[in-house]
Structures are given as structure tokens and as C-alpha cells.
């Protein structure tokens, strides 16, 4: 027997037409170096219009890849709404690969046209004649001197009439392509369709999640070329949640300015940003973070002593999310069950999350044996659900999956309720005497630290403990913290053998294109003899 319910497919460009019209006046926000500038929900669809517009008579068609290399900012929210929604497929660039791996992306994607921000230009230059198959280069931006032949985003949008170009397409068709950072071998591509993006940007909205609504305005920190900005951008079309576009000013000082001149309601961003936010706000009683109910933290582990920070000076809670560029990204996010005591919260929101409705989730042992969700068996998160990919695009990667699972190589335990806790990524474990150390554990605990601003934690060869733990530390300003001191600071909190006698003082800890500490290249700077470590007896 089958339902009575009408078929109709999930497509973006619904989600378009519904924030045009239910949420019209709801603005966007994009920080320049003059000024905040703003647009309205109804301007930007219109906007978007006139880019598919402009698309359209340039040549692109159904499945074809458009690629944007572009800060967060208005015009990249309208080829967010325009590409997918004519039936193309949007390709966000990351600003911050090596000229190989964005050349390679560009090429393995088969861009055809690329939009880019001014400032970027110059990136591009660099490996314009290795992308051939690139037809035409859109810039958004005053440019003085073009180094190839571009045309202006601008120009393009005002030339051409909105019109409704929004095909019908399959819920299923390719919406949006995003790659993977590439930290071991190549970048991977992951597609993801119009349906997968509507459930996803509905699971957003949920009182268990971010819970985005037309009472919000979301500081939009995450870069918009990575995970698709966790789906933000579509979500606050469905939703109605204004948004604060920073581009490149990603410092904490110009951050705390937007907060208090905006006044943002939510803020999305990876945990290394916070940490300078924090930093930034120091000592200063001008500091006003009281319009935001809620920071979300995700990419990397959320120590507890900023979460608590945040909670004792500012009076501001901070929520962990967890996903992957393969899983949309939003699999959990870490609300405190109903009935939690206050003093108790705190002990979920260190956790990665509570997955979400639509994801399934199990943990396994090293030979694929499924484990208890019993909160203490310690083994590798699988998942599978509508908004969690099944392969890559153009590659076999069959080590990844298994029986229909995505093998997501974090390791960590999952209690009764749903609860994740990720004690470390399997590559980043340190096995010490045939023990395991979570590096993320160390680094959280080493975090907490006043004079300590930043750790990262690397497994260094040992001939009697086979691996031991390298503690690489940056202090914040004027402290003279030692390694003995912190070693002190640590021995109460973790296994006495899981204190590390290797240290390294630097000035800042390399990260990777997307704002994580870089332990790959933590590696290569100890193999090559630049990290001066010191060793304790």
C-alpha cells in the first residue's frame, strides 16, 4: 500500500524561494575593510537570479561545475543559491591549499567556470595555465590589472534579468562539491545532493542541534569553502537567520568588534578561533558578548577550559559539533540532556556530540567487530544516512567503507543515550608500551594551562616505550610557563604514564587549510631538526 501524500522532490531552489518570500527582509551582513555592508534575503535571491542568468548565457549547463574560490561574503552566498539551483553544480575552492592540490582539485573536478574573490586573483595566477580546462574567470571585486582575461561579477549580475531559471531536477542530482583537506595523499571529492542538503539543513533547525531560527543572527565564522559552511547558508534561508559574513578577517579583535556592533544571537567556527577570541577579549571590561545564546565549536576537540571560559567571563555557552566533509558535516552536537544539573552540563559539552535523528552510528574493534554502546568499549566510529556520503567522486577508496558503512578513522566510545567521545583520530594515537594516549586529551588538559595558548601532541620514537608523547606548546604573551611547571600542572589530571618528558617551546603551531593543528607538518619540522625539544629525566 503506498501513501497519499503528494512526491515532490527536495530541491535548493525551494529553499531559495521560500527565504525569498517568507524572509525577505531578513539581511546579510559582509565586514569589508570600510564598513559592514548589508543586503536583504529578497536582494540576494534576486541577485542570484541574475547570476544564473549570466551563467546560463555564458554557456554553463546541467552538471556542469562551477567553482568559487571566495571569502565568506554576500556574492559567495548568491552563487551558493544560484549554481545548484539552475541544476549545476557548485565546487567550493579552499583559499588555503598548496597551488598542486587546488590545480589538482580544479582539474579532477573538471571546473568549468570559476568565480573569485579580487583578493584571491593573485592565487589564482599562479596556476592559471596548469587548468585548462577553465573557460571562463568571474571576478568578484575592483581589479587594477588582471594577469589573465577575467570578466566582472558585478558587470555579469547587473547586465542580466532575474527571470525564474530554476529547472525542475531530481532530489537526488548533484548540488554541491566539496573536498576533502588532503592531509594524507590526495583531496577527495564529495558530492552532495539536493536531498541531502534539505534534510540536513532541517536536522540544523532542530531544538537537538544548532537549532537556527528566524530569532537568529548567525556569525558565520567557518569558511564557506569548507563542508559547504555546515550547510549555514542553506539553513538560514529555511530558517530565516540573518547572517554576519567576515571574509577575511578571521583575527579575534576584528571578530569581537562584529559581535558588539551586530550583535549575533549564534556563532559558528573552529575551535582555534575562539581560542583567539578569548585572547583578544583579555582583560577588557568593554567586552559584550550577551547577545549570543550559543557558540558552536567544530573541527577539532573543544578543550574544558574554554568552554568554561566563555561561560565565567562571558556568560556564554559553547556547544561542540562533530562531522566530516564526508557527512555534510553534522552528525552531533553536544546539548545536555533534559535533567541535567547546571554544574553538570559542562561534562557533555566536552563531549563531541549526541548524534542527531538521520544518522545511524556504531563503533568497531580493529577487525570490523561491532562494539557495545556501552559508554566504555573504545573503537572506530562508522556511520551511514542520507546526509553521509558512500564513496568519493572519480576514486576507489574501498578501505573507507564497509558493508555500507563510512569509516570515519576517529576512535572513542558511544554511550546508551547517543553520546560520542573521541579520545583521538586513529592516525594521531600514541601506542606507549602497548597502551594507547589520546594526543587530544593531552592537548586539552595542557590547554588549560593560564600561561599556555596553544598545544598540539605528537608521537615521537622511543626504544624502550616504542612511542612517547611530544608536547609542541605556545605561550601566551608574557608568560614564562616551563616544562616542568606544566608537567606539575598535568600530573593530576591524567595517567602518570601519559605525562610527556618531551617538550618543544615554539612560536606557533602550523595548521592545516581549514584551521586544525597540522601534526603532519608538526612531524616533518622534528624530522628535520627545527623543533628544538627538551627532554625531562
Same mark, same amino acid.
Given at each position: ?19 525569498? +518570500? ?48 571566495? +571569502? ?60 585548462? $580546462? ?31 531559471? +530554476? ?17 594524507? =595523499? ?36 567557518? *569558511? ?49 578561533? +575562539? ?27 573543544? *578543550? ?63 577487525? =570490523? ?16 544516512? *542520507? ?28 554511550? *546508551?543515550? $547517543? ?117 625531562? $629525566?
Amino acid at each position: 500500500m503506498r501513501s497519499t501524500m503528494q512526491d515532490a522532490p527536495l530541491l535548493i531552489r525551494d529553499i531559495v524561494r521560500h527565504g525569498q +518570500w517568507m524572509y525577505a527582509d531578513k539581511q546579510v551582513f559582509t565586514a569589508t575593510p570600510t564598513g559592514v555592508v548589508q543586503a536583504s534575503f529578497a536582494t540576494v535571491a534576486e541577485r542570484a537570479q541574475r547570476l544564473a542568468a549570466a551563467l546560463t548565457a555564458l554557456g554553463v549547463r546541467r552538471d556542469d561545475r562551477v567553482a568559487t574560490l571566495m +571569502w565568506n561574503n554576500q556574492a559567495h552566498m548568491e552563487a551558493y543559491l544560484a549554481v545548484p539551483s539552475m541544476g549545476a553544480i557548485l565546487h567550493t575552492l579552499n583559499v588555503r591549499l598548496f597551488a598542486d592540490q587546488l590545480a589538482y582539485i580544479i582539474n579532477h573536478a573538471e571546473d568549468r567556470v570559476i568565480i573569485v574573490d579580487a583578493s584571491l586573483v593573485p592565487l589564482l595566477a599562479r596556476i592559471k595555465d596548469r587548468i585548462p $580546462g577553465v573557460a571562463h574567470f568571474i571576478v568578484n571585486g575592483p581589479i587594477d590589472e588582471a594577469p589573465f582575461d577575467v570578466l566582472d561579477y558585478q558587470a555579469l549580475v547587473s547586465e542580466n534579468e532575474p527571470g525564474d531559471h +530554476w529547472p525542475d531536477l531530481e532530489e537526488t542530482d548533484a548540488a554541491v562539491m566539496c573536498y576533502t583537506s588532503g592531509t594524507t =595523499g590526495d583531496p577527495k571529492g564529495v558530492v552532495y545532493s539536493h536531498r541531502s542538503i534539505w534534510l540536513h539543513s532541517l536536522a540544523s533547525t532542530s531544538a537537538n542541534s544548532i537549532a537556527l531560527s528566524d530569532r537568529d543572527r548567525c556569525l558565520l565564522v567557518v *569558511p564557506m569553502f569548507h563542508v559547504a559552511a555546515w550547510g549555514a547558508v542553506y539553513t538560514a534561508f529555511m530558517a530565516g537567520s540573518e547572517l554576519i559574513m567576515p571574509q577575511m578577517f578571521l583575527q579575534g579583535e576584528p571578530l569581537l568588534e562584529m559581535m558588539t556592533q551586530l550583535r549575533p544571537t549564534t556563532a559558528l567556527g573552529v575551535p582555534t578561533i +575562539w581560542n583567539d577570541v578569548l585572547r583578544a577579549a583579555g582583560g577588557r571590561s568593554d567586552v559584550d558578548l550577551s547577545s549570543l545564546r550559543m557558540i558552536l565549536a567544530g573541527g577539532a576537540a573543544v *578543550p574544558r577550559f574554554m568552554i568554561e571560559a566563555f561561560r565565567e567571563r562571558h556568560g556564554v555557552d559553547v556547544l561542540q559539533g562533530w562531522g566530516m566533509t564526508e557527512t555534510s558535516p553534522l552528525v552531533a552536537v553536544s546539548m545536555p540532556p533534559a535533567g541535567v544539573s547546571p554544574e553538570h552540563e559542562i561534562d557533555y559539552r566536552v563531549k563531541a556530540g549526541r548524534v542527531m535523528a538521520g544518522v545511524q552510528i556504531r563503533i568497531t574493534d580493529e577487525d =570490523g567487530a561491532v562494539l557495545a554502546a556501552d559508554g566504555v568499549a573504545t573503537g572506530e566510529f562508522e556511520l551511514r544516512g *542520507p546526509w553521509i556520503t558512500a564513496s568519493y567522486f572519480g576514486v576507489d577508496a574501498p578501505e573507507l567503507f564497509r558493508d555500507g558503512w563510512l569509516r570515519t578513522g576517529d576512535i572513542g566510545t558511544l554511550d *546508551p543515550h $547517543g553520546f560520542m567521545v573521541i579520545t583521538d583520530r586513529a592516525k594521531d594515537m600514541i601506542k606507549s608500551g602497548g597502551e594507547w594516549i589520546s594526543s587530544m586529551e593531552l592537548e586539552a588538559t595542557v590547554m588549560g594551562h593560564d600561561g599556555v595558548f596553544e598545544a598540539a601532541v605528537i608521537a615521537v620514537a622511543d626504544d624502550r616505550w616504542q612511542e612517547r608523547p611530544l608536547c609542541v606548546v605556545v605561550r601566551t604573551p608574557d608568560s614564562t610557563v616551563s616544562a616542568e611547571e606544566l608537567r606539575a600542572f598535568i600530573g593530576p589530571s591524567v595517567a602518570k604514564w601519559w605525562v610527556p618528558e618531551h617538550w618543544s617551546f615554539v612560536e606557533a603551531i602550523p595548521k592545516t587549510s581549514v584551521g586544525k593543528f597540522d601534526k603532519r607538518a608538526l612531524r616533518r619540522l622534528l624530522a628535520e631538526g627545527q623543533l628544538e625539544v627538551e627532554t625531562l $629525566g
